[in-house]
């Protein structure tokens, strides 16, 4: 029946509709990469404040940086139905857009393991876009995250994969 | 100096430009609540999936929501410069938008406390869009997640502020 | 209609069956205490082992306690509709019952706050018993844990309740 | 001497008594699995509004069965000398016995690793037990935790182990 | 008898010489201040990488900052008898001194509570230095992380207390 | 030119002094071991009461000993730049120096992974001492730590290291 053939692709629910982790265990270990971006776009004066000036050398972004890289570690942690992994290297890059007053952060997630690391590259992204959030909100409380993707996917069964442009 | 004002500020870097927790001994104790939006769009096929048929009472959303409440009370440990915090509730609810495809999610955080509580509602938000990004990405692998943002915040000395709309 | 009065007993579930974090902003400030209890019961040899001869005086008991104790501080982490609270004394105790072969756990939590403890205690009696399952499983793979339940309460609008015995 | 043989069985404890996480490092990697299980019962009240009527589709159990998986990966957080591990597989389970009116939890957790996973399943079991408890408390707080023990471990040098009946 | 008494000064420890967390319930809630101090000393080669040149304006102590702040934040999980605390105020600062080749760092926790903060400011400090000798150890392996203590502690029954130098 | 390559030793910094996590990925599995030590000095009448009379054989060392043991497996999340590891032996030893009124501590790590263990073997150390002093800060709040460096490394490319002595 067509309801339950859906319902398959849906790996992290069982045939009851219940929650699911998906057994690795026969999986193969393949070296495993993922990459994600993300931006936060805020007023002016807040982008200027970040970006120009004396302060551009200020720890805004290695704050999120450090936030985003620790967030990926975490994310079996937040998210139920991940598997620990042990990352073995997370990268979290920022890019001022002047033109549209945006910053876009992009990690990129890897690992020799059983399952893919897209779910901790997007938790990088997120938690450096919600700390960089945290730190300019007095100067702009009404700042947009968005645009939370995954770029790349290697290695695994389904092997690459590209988000179309 | 212009820029020493600019400076000032964002509030959680010093003078220096280094990372500053700001110091909330001294401000009163009152109550405070904020809310947060985002949302996560996906293809037609796995919106059908988790919206209608015989699933649609499975465990995606009820999983999505313990994460984001879950996320909620992790704030202080996912963003460096946020204080810890003893919140009173927190509340994280799903609409789905059959028309656009994509599911809203809303979240309502609130304590009795010296500071505001809208990165909390914020993580509660993204952590509960990774969840479903991670339940569905079998399904999609190019969601995304975007329109995060603060709708409300009241209480403290800076009393009622709303996203304009 | 009674299932909606039904329903509304059980506070941790909204009106649509969805998981619901109480709202205790309101709730006054009270000093509230919980006791809990619980039991482990192994074979003879074990209890031998745990209990006389030159190791009594070793760290089975001591790292049991320690690790009660972490767990009644995570326990907002680990439940997810409780809320964080800031305990201001934890205690695990343990008897030997050399007839039934068993440990009996009992833990007391206590803060001045606005919500009860007794989740705090029972966590803590029940991590206390997993560790010293830990500890003693190369000796008895078979061991039993039992009896899990709350003692007493006092503090709060509801004021003092007590197990029956 | 007799104490000392003894001393040697409680793996966890040194020969002068002291905490002693054993060293896995020479043990082959091979694929392990633990069942446990556990049961809260509860007054008659109490199991009707979580098994029947217009609830029974509600969040209960989704919550339990979460706070469950990720307790297991939290396992060697809380238990001082368990090893962190890489589980590949968590599950969890309810089934509602009107009998007796209990629920009964079973667990199951597996890896490709160097030690057992007996522990992550009790603690699955366990924390699902108090996430029950929490949830319907308001409703009977005189609830009771019981019968929390391994059903079968499977892989490493000792091989199958079954409970018996 | 002498040995009764003494042990009474270990608050940490009941009568029977066993774990115990201080009961803080009925102490005042008040504002309490702590600081404290700790050096990492390195070899010249080191020192020189850290402090000028193209990289002293590197992530060096911006990664240390945030990781000593991020730690008075868990000091309660790390530490066993440690209270949960809900602190108000984190620094950590860095001091260079050229002529011993270390780094001084000092930090300062502050909050309206219970009970003292210096095992906070104290683990700031630590987790600081571990994370500069992190950050350095492939330059020079063999450096030393040396004079961590309490310089001042301010608020609760005991009031002012400093460091003789 | 001399700057950049200098801050090519600095591994954990990239070309822009940016926080780098160092990849790992296409590192060897080798056994792993690490060896390091602390100190903490006290007062001769705190030394005295954890060191002799009724209650040498109190919690004292046991607690510290789990806090250690706990701390090493922690690392990943208090280190920023630190990968996540499976440890497969943790060890935390006491001796007691009476001629200086202190308390030498010492730790092995071990694993078989793709990165050393000194940073877990100095934050098992570190920790280990921290609840000294916490357990003893009632007794002599002006105890220093000191001496914490790495003794031993085995195993990697970089092979046997030794800490001069």
């Known amino acids: 029946m067509t309801t339950t053939n859906q319902a398959a692709e849906l790996s992290h629910l069982n045939q009851h509709g219940e929650a699911n982790m998906v057994d690795v265990t026969e999986k193969a270990m393949t070296s495993r990469t993922a990459t994600a971006q993300g931006f936060i776009s805020m007023n002016n004066e807040t982008f200027e404040l970040i970006t120009t000036g004396k302060h551009k050398k200020g ?76 730190m300019c909100k007095a100067a702009d409380p009404a700042m947009e995250i968005h645009g939370i993707k995954v770029l790349t996917k290697e290695g695994g069964k389904s092997g690459q994969w590209q988000a179309s442009s």
Chains 1, 2, 3, 4, 5, 6 share one sequence.
């Open 59 to 134: 720890d805004v972004f290695a704050v999120a940086r450090i936030a985003g890289i620790q967030a990926a570690k975490k994310c079996s942690d937040l998210i139920p139905l991940c598997h620990p992994l042990m990352l073995s290297k997370v990268q979290v890059d920022f890019t001022t857009d002047s033109e549209n007053k945006q910053v876009k952060v992009t990690s990129l997630c890897r690992l020799t393991g059983q399952t893919g690391v897209e779910m901790e590259a997007l938790t990088a992204v997120s938690v450096a876009c919600l700390t960089l959030f945290d």
